[in-house]
């Protein structure tokens, strides 16, 4: 939502310092401070950790609620070794898991992502 006022962030939850065991929806127009404002969470499982939210809207109606659509993010178990991308409900007050797909091999922590739509993609492909 580049140029846009928002209404929600989704942040990662760096706990235990340096390694994100979280994920919070945050509503930063609300007044309120601190957890206040955490408007949903899911917290991993113990030894679990990931990587930055990524927020991918369901449509791209723009009459459709800014919440509306899925979070995005990498996780690793650090007990079996297995990754997985999570798919979340962002409307949701905890962030329900949709799904959950395991990698072929792990994504380092600290790997940034950026989506990018169909159309997107077919005007990057025209001007190569």
Known sequence: YLGRKTQFAYLAIVEPWPKVSGIAKVDIQSPGR?????????????????????????????TAPEDDGYVLTFMHNEETGESHLLIL???????????????????????????VNARELDLQKSTL
């Not at 949903?40 to 791209?60: D, H, L, Q, W």
């Open 89 to 115: 409900d962002a409307q949701s007050p905890n962030l329900r898991p949709i799904a959950k797909i395991r990698l072929p091999s792990r994504v380092p922590y600290g790997f940034h992502g950026t989506f």
């Open 34 to 62: 601190d957890k206040e404002n955490i408007v949903a969470k899911i917290m991993y499982n113990p030894g679990c950790f990931g990587g930055e939210p990524y927020f991918v809207p369901r449509t791209s109606d723009p």
